[in-house]
């Protein structure tokens, strides 16, 4: 039920509501059943995400969940680069909002080359993108894309900083 109200604010544009909505969630969540079972796989994969986007040599995704958040991640690098006044979030739910992971990719593809001149070639962002467009996930949880746009960006963490900080 929280979750649609993170979508919501979302979808109006409100990020920063979002996000404590979304860490409310989570706590309440934590609280009211001793553990926030979301939260923990959520951490896991942003865990094993940034352990990928530290490697120098070529990596895949280990997981759906790790795919999706990295879609969530692209998708927010891209929103924080727009050349636009009023990022109003539509283009993250109208490119996710699909259960079909063919056109869920063909949407993503279409975006990443709508904004390519914000994307270098041998950066972390760019090995994202690729293996996004590479990785074939047998289902589709927007659950992680939302987390993994709501978070902080982890292309521009460095070898020390740990995802903690």
């Not at 919501?8 to 990020?15: P, R, T």
């Not at 760019?126 to 927007?142: R, V």
């Amino acid at each position: 039920m929280w979750f649609d109200a993170v979508k919501i604010s979302i979808e109006n544009g409100f990020i920063i509501k979002a996000k404590h909505q979304m860490n409310f969630g989570l706590s309440l969540e934590k609280m009211l059943h001793g553990r926030s079972e979301i939260m923990e796989k959520t951490l896991n994969v942003r865990e094993k995400f940034v352990e990928h986007l530290l490697l120098k040599s070529n990596w895949q995704y280990s997981s759906d969940e790790e795919y999706l958040y990295a879609i969530g991640q692209v998708l927010g690098y891209i929103n924080m680069k727009r050349n636009s006044k009023n990022k109003n979030m539509t283009f993250l739910l109208r490119s996710c909002s699909t259960k079909n992971i063919e056109i869920l990719k063909e949407r993503l593809k279409n975006l990443f080359l709508k904004y390519s001149y914000h994307i270098e070639p041998n950066t972390r962002l760019a090995k994202a993108i690729g293996n996004i467009l590479l990785y074939n996930p047998s289902h589709l949880d927007l659950s992680f894309i939302i987390a993994g746009f709501l978070s902080d960006l982890a292309f521009f963490y460095k070898k020390e900083e740990t995802i903690n900080e």
